[in-house]
């Protein structure tokens, strides 16, 4: 039988995309259905004297017109936050409330103060435009730094200093005293710029209520559909849960931005029991730009100290993160658990102490985007180290071999215990640099890159050597951090009578290919053909339950939910087939699809065996009959992928414009299923990276207007702007997963962004150039040569 | 309200739309092909390219008013009596889409970029879909599907994509 595990399975899923039969969100149209329109603040902070909906109900063609005021009145609450971080004095952080509908105060542009529901779409967004809202604009604050000044305005009248939270973790004394006997201090201070997620598929929600059986039904644009459940109804809108199905259908890449629960999937949900119709809301783009989460936003001070080796000794950072105006779902873990824990990177520095402070702004909410944490992680350090070798007259490869935590398998030696909380599983961080430096040539582009300075061209090498954590996460853990729900991934096996399996799984594709990979290893696991295996996601309905795909967590940690199933599967069948074999089951062996009696020819189909199981008539007793097993699986650990990024980079003289010429990744991602589709990930998520290096920012003026929110605007990585991508993987397999995978989703975005920026400084570092701030659009890279 | 009769896939349409209807909503809604995306709302993403008489036009910067008497094809009409184009088979040999909602315009752009260039530089390629924003490839295989497309196109070899298992 077919042997699955590490094959370039083409897509199961392709088919339907490339023939436009994928069904989206905003694809389904349901009879009666109405059509919603937010109307949102043009201000960024203003108080709400008056709302007038009088003109727009008049209009033919609108049902209705709600406001904070309706909301509040039905006693519907806010969308909360899952994630709970306190102060360093131990106070629970500040949670303000997030009210779906504002109704006293809009903090930033884009929040909702009213929604049109409406016959069609048109016809909404023409009342949206005949309500009067009268705001007194106050002054606004969209600069972390500037939030926690003394005489700053304050996003919520109750938050001090706007101040969500202090939060420090590492040895702080032992951190002050090796970086005061330090031989040589590296220091950087530098925005790592706010970004807009930006998947192509914009949001979108319908609310459908039944009377009949007072039933819900919520079709959203999310990558945890089940989460989305349980906040919606447990905290939102108080509705009992097996009231609610949740569908999460094809979905237009999400790269954490629809992870979270938005205000949007409560309020068509809530209008459509008020107006017994369906309500479907669709993002325009602009509105995404203003309302999905946000990423990144920290404005750090890192410095890493050496002894005259070159051998680090210590790490101190401080950063302020900006969380916006509201605290998104997972908001308060990415600049603190996510970020602080990374900092070891791959390096034995033996003290390190991150202080981060959580603040609000007048800006869009900020939370978990492609990496969370990781790349922020990942950038201060790699550009420390490029940094340091620069100054200290070292190869930075060198400086890295140098530092780099010895080899280790995670089962002969244990894991490494960082100074950061975290144990790595396993690791050999040396073979990856190696491995990119053959990959790139490494002597002859540095020969390529003198001899081009001589004839005046600037050509410059970056490097980048990341560690990630991923497969969110043992549950145990992650509670003690603060998160208010579990993380671990449940799969249901059904081996239907006829031995065609199918298989429903808590986590959700929006572009990875579990379609694909899963039955990959459910074929191979029963040695039974991929076509007889169908993956099913994304429903409520249907799947029991889900903690959804983020943090590269689904094969991790839900490929090992199915394997778990899987194997009682397997026990199962083998009473059943030692029954039908009148053999011990201990002498029968499972490989190929059939239960054989060792050392015989007698066997049995997996086939045989499932119809036995749903007609059993000759038939182990005792045994219960069918074939249908559901497994939880929480995690011993994270995963931590880690690998190694070269870019090199061609910079104009007369323009600052930077050309990537190449881009060279080493990734080691653990055992590999579908090696197209991780190559595909590492590609998707090095473009991401390349394109924080090199074109996005959201940027806001000082009045808190997003002044680049669109397309026309905003700058992401267009076809002619990348090379290909020189990819390669080490494997270095996960000890404790029953797949020994680590994860793929985020390694290419958590190690391209600093390795493209390490490139450009050493293109310029004979001209003096020493740092350069995100994005390095040509005007900057200009101005900073020409300083 | 205005009449139109349309094209569509080699099948007549005639309906009454709106003055203001854009010719993205007008394929969605009125003929309820939701092959045709809509990711933006400046015409920067390419997500609802269409040819509009053989020419790749984004559908969304066109009324639906203008497109009265013309051809229309979508990427629901690709796939000949059942037999995917070369494009469609590229894209899927070379892992040229993830979550596929850029898929149908860059397809529908790829039509008429091997259309007008059968035998494109990789350079070409990239600058011939730089209208089309794709958020989870990094192009990378994008490229290499179009390129597998044109080869196949020409009757050249086809470039190595590892062989499916069977």
Not at chain 1, 665 to 681: E, K, R, S
Request: glycine share 10%; hydrophobic share 40%.
């Amino acid at each position: 039988m077919a042997n699955y595990i590490g094959q370039a399975i083409k897509r199961v899923e392709d088919k339907r995309f490339i023939t436009g039969k994928g069904k989206y969100t905003d694809d389904i149209v349901l009879p009666g259905m109405t059509y919603a329109y937010m109307v949102r603040s043009p201000f960024a902070h203003a108080k709400i004297n008056s709302i007038d909906t009088s003109a727009a109900l008049a209009m033919e063609g609108v049902v209705a017109v709600f406001t904070g005021k309706d909301i509040a009145e039905s006693g519907v609450n806010g969308v909360p936050c899952g994630w709970q971080v306190n102060f360093k004095n131990g106070d629970t952080m500040k949670e303000p409330p997030h009210p779906l509908l504002v109704a006293d105060k809009v903090r930033h542009v884009g929040d909702a103060v009213a929604m049109v529901i409406a016959e069609d779409r048109a016809t909404a967004k023409d009342a949206a435009e005949a309500i009067v809202v009268d705001y007194e604009v106050l002054e606004a604050v969209v600069d972390a730094a500037k939030a926690v000044e003394p005489d700053a305005p304050l996003v919520h009248d109750d938050v001090p200093k706007n101040m969500c939270f202090d939060w420090e973790l590492g040895d702080k004394a032992a951190t002050d005293a090796a970086m005061a006997s330090a031989h040589h201090i590296t220091t950087l201070e530098f925005t790592n710029q706010r970004l807009a997620p930006n998947a192509i598929e914009p949001r979108a929600a319908i609310g459908h209520y039944e009377e009949a059986n007072d039933k819900y039904t919520l079709y959203t644009t999310s990558q945890n559909p089940h989460l989305t459940r349980l906040l919606l109804c447990a905290f939102v809108l108080g509705i009992p849960e097996h009231k609610v199905r949740v569908v999460a259908p094809d979905v237009g890449g999400g790269f954490g931005s629809k992870i979270f629960h938005y205000t949007e999937e409560a309020l068509v949900t809530w209008a459509s029991r008020r107006l017994n119709r369906p309500v479907k809301w669709t993002a325009e783009r602009s509105e995404s730009f203003v309302t999905d989460a946000h990423g990144r936003d920290h404005v750090t001070r890192a410095e890493m100290g050496f002894d005259a080796e070159g051998k680090m000794v210590g790490l101190r950072v401080k950063t302020l993160a900006n969380l916006g105006a509201y605290l998104s779902t997972f908001a308060p873990c990415v600049p603190t658990y996510l970020h602080g824990t990374l900092l070891q990177g791959l390096y034995t520095t033996p003290a390190i102490h991150v202080d981060v402070t959580g603040v609000f702004t007048h800006t869009t909410p900020v939370d978990a985007y492609r990496g969370a944490g990781r790349p922020e992680a990942t950038y201060l350090l790699e550009r420390l180290v490029d940094t340091a070798a620069h100054e200290m007259n070292m190869d930075p490869a060198e400086l890295r071999f140098k530092n780099f935590i010895p080899p280790f398998d995670g089962v002969n030696q244990p894991g490494y215990q960082t100074q950061v909380a975290l144990q790595y599983d396993s690791g050999n961080y040396e073979a990856v640099l190696k491995r990119a430096l053959e990959m790139l040539d490494y002597e002859k582009v540095r020969k390529e890159q003198a001899e081009a300075r001589k004839n005046g061209r600037l050509i410059g090498i970056g490097f980048s050597t990341y560690i990630e954590a991923c497969g969110i996460a043992p549950s145990a853990v992650v509670g003690a951090l603060g998160a208010r729900a579990g993380l671990y991934e449940s799969a249901q096996v059904r081996v239907q009578p006829t031995g065609k399996v199918s298989v429903y799984t808590g986590s959700h594709a929006h572009g990875q290919g579990h379609e694909t990979t899963f039955a990959q290893v459910v074929a191979d696991k029963f040695g039974i053909p991929m076509e007889d295996v169908e993956i099913v996601h994304g429903d409520s309905e249907s799947v029991a339950f889900g903690m959804g795909t983020y943090g590269s967590r689904s094969l991790a940690v839900g490929g090992s939910a199915i394997v778990k199933s899987i194997e009682k599967v397997i026990e199962k069948g083998a009473k059943i087939a030692a029954h039908k074999l009148e053999a011990a089951v201990d002498d029968l062996e499972f490989a190929g699809g059939k239960w054989t009696v060792k050392g015989t020819d007698k066997s049995i189909a997996f086939g045989d065996v499932a119809l036995t199981a749903y007609v059993p008539h000759d038939y182990p007793q005792g045994l219960e009959p069918g074939m249908d097993f559901s497994s939880f699986y929480d995690p011993a650990n994270f995963t931590y992928p880690f690998g190694c990024h070269i870019a090199v980079v061609e910079v104009d003289p007369e323009t600052g414009k930077v050309e990537l010429k190449r881009m060279v990744a080493c990734d080691d991602v653990g055992n590999v299923i579908n090696p197209m589709i991780v190559d595909g990930q590492i590609h998707g998520g090095l473009a991401q990276g390349i394109g924080q290096a090199l074109f996005e920012e959201v940027i806001y003026d000082e009045s808190g207007q997003l002044v680049n929110g669109s397309y026309m605007d905003y700058t992401m990585p267009r076809a002619d702007d990348l090379p290909m991508f020189e990819t390669d993987r080490t494997v270095t397999p996960c000890p404790h997963n029953p797949l020994g995978v680590k994860g793929a989703g985020e390694a290419g975005t958590i190690g391209s962004t600093p390795a493209v920026v390490n490139a450009v400084v050493d293109a310029l570092s004979h001209l003096g150039v020493r740092d350069l701030e995100m994005p390095l659009t040509p005007e900057r890279v200009w101005r900073a040569m020409n300083k | 309200m205005k009449e139109i009769t349309v094209t569509v896939n080699g099948e007549q349409h005639t309906a009454s739309v709106e003055a203001r209807t854009l010719l993205v909503h007008f394929i969605r809604e009125t003929l309820n092909l939701t092959g045709t995306h809509i990711g933006c709302d400046t015409s920067n993403c390419g997500a609802c390219t269409i040819l509009l008489d053989g020419k790749s036009v984004k559908s969304c910067t066109v009324l639906a008013v203008q497109a009265n008497g013309k051809q229309i094809a979508t990427v629901e009409g690709l796939a000949a009596g059942g037999e995917l184009h070369p494009l469609q088979e590229g894209f899927k040999e070379n892992h040229g889409l993830h979550c596929g909602f850029c898929t149908p315009g860059m397809l529908m752009r790829a039509v008429e970029l091997l259309e007008k260039n059968p035998n494109p530089s990789e350079e070409e390629i990239r600058w011939g879909i730089a209208g089309n924003l794709c958020r989870c490839t990094g192009y990378n295989n994008i490229v290499k599907s179009i390129q597998y497309a044109a080869a196949k196109m020409r009757g050249d070899e086809l470039p190595d994509t590892e062989p499916e298992f069977v």
